[in-house]
């Protein structure tokens, strides 16, 4: 290989780097933004080097962004239905929880009653006559249907719950694991149904659980499951 082949090579190699700084969005003058492409396309190993360690930092940064102790007390859960569901039900049913829990957590621990700046932003960028007012209406039209999303998904669940407890063995286990859940994404409506459907007898709070004075549970009336703690 000569001179001028191993120089085609070389410059091949740099035009990538030169291409990917063009299509970079910038205010900058043509004249900057030509001298950069050039540079780019005759020191690409700088530009290289560069980019694999943005890279790099970047993913550092995703590895260390550990998720919060809600996120992990959720994840202990899921994972003991899902040892529970495997166990009696097998694996196809364990996708089948897992999908239906992941849309229901992340739906219940959602906030939908602070509109984001972004919202304004749209009306101003429109001229609309009253952005406050055009602001709060789609806000409002936004947090009504996240929360029918919200109690679709909280349906899926109470009704995944009612068909694993039906075919199971652990009613008590899968009981305590749902009234857990709700707890833990601050879902009165949930735990109230459980309570409901199930003749559960602890009060539910923020805190969680608190059993009735004697001790139990769960009820033990002849309409409902008879559960020990």
């Not at 900058?28 to 930092?57: C, K, N, T």
Request: proline share 3%; hydrophobic share 40%.
């Amino acid at each position: 290989m000569n001179l001028s082949e191993t120089l085609v090579i070389y410059l091949a190699c740099g035009a990538p780097f030169g291409v990917e700084y063009l299509q970079r969005p910038t205010d900058r003058s043509f004249v900057f933004v030509a001298f950069g492409v050039f540079l780019r396309f005759i020191l690409w190993p700088v530009a290289a080097v560069r980019m694999l360690y943005r890279l790099l930092v970047h993913s550092s940064e995703l590895l260390l962004e550990l998720p919060d102790a809600g996120e992990q007390r959720l994840a202990l859960i899921r994972s003991k239905f899902e040892a529970i569901i495997h166990s009696e039900q097998g694996s196809p049913r364990v996708f089948e929880f897992r999908d239906t829990f992941m849309r229901y957590t992340g739906l219940a621990r959602s906030d939908s009653r602070t509109a984001g700046n972004g919202i304004a932003e749209i009306f101003e960028a429109t001229d609309h006559n009253d952005v406050t007012l055009a602001s709060a209406c789609l806000n409002r039209k936004n947090t009504a249907r996240l929360d029918r999303h919200r109690e679709q998904s909280r349906r899926e669940f109470l009704q995944l719950i009612s068909n694993i407890s039906t075919n199971g063995d652990s009613l008590s286990q899968i009981l305590q694991l749902s009234m857990k859940t709700a707890d833990e994404v601050g879902d009165r409506e949930l735990a109230e149904r459980l309570r409901l459907s199930y003749g559960i007898a602890a009060e539910y709070d923020s805190t969680g659980f608190r059993s009735d004075p004697t001790g139990e549970l769960w009820s033990t009336g002849p309409q409902h499951h008879s559960i020990a703690n």
